[in-house]
């Protein structure tokens, strides 16, 4: 476990065609990752088998799931219950936080 206070932020760093990350817990079901993406970047459907939250820290972020859109902005979260399929595209250079439950 970290001793130190995390700074998301300063974290990661924008990598031009590849997905900065970093996981502070993931252990099994259970994770905690931090994630850095460009603008225009996505992210295939993905399957939870756990429920996940995403939380922005920066940037504009387009998510798709069960036919919806969401649109998340810097301080938005939203969560994304087990078995649904998402989609994530990129609006706007995002780093997020990810809980997986």
């Known amino acids: 476990m970290f001793k130190k206070i995390i700074n998301p932020k300063q974290e990661l760093e924008y990598r031009q065609d590849s997905i900065d990350n970093k996981y502070l ?3 099994g079901s ?6 850095a993406m460009t603008k225009e970047q996505q ?3 993905q399957l939870s088998m756990q429920d996940i939250c995403f939380y922005v820290i920066e940037g504009t972020l387009q998510i798709n799931a069960e036919e919806k859109t969401f649109l998340l902005e810097e301080g938005n979260l939203i969560l994304i ?14 780093k997020i ?5």
Request: hydrophobic share 50%.
């Open 81 to 94: 219950p087990k078995s649904c399929a998402y989609t994530l595209k990129v609006i706007e250079n995002v």
């Open 43 to 45: 992210v295939p459907a």
């Open 25 to 27: 817990i993931n252990e």
């Open 30 to 35: 259970r994770a905690i990752g931090l994630f």
């Open 97 to 101: 936080l990810t809980v997986r439950l």
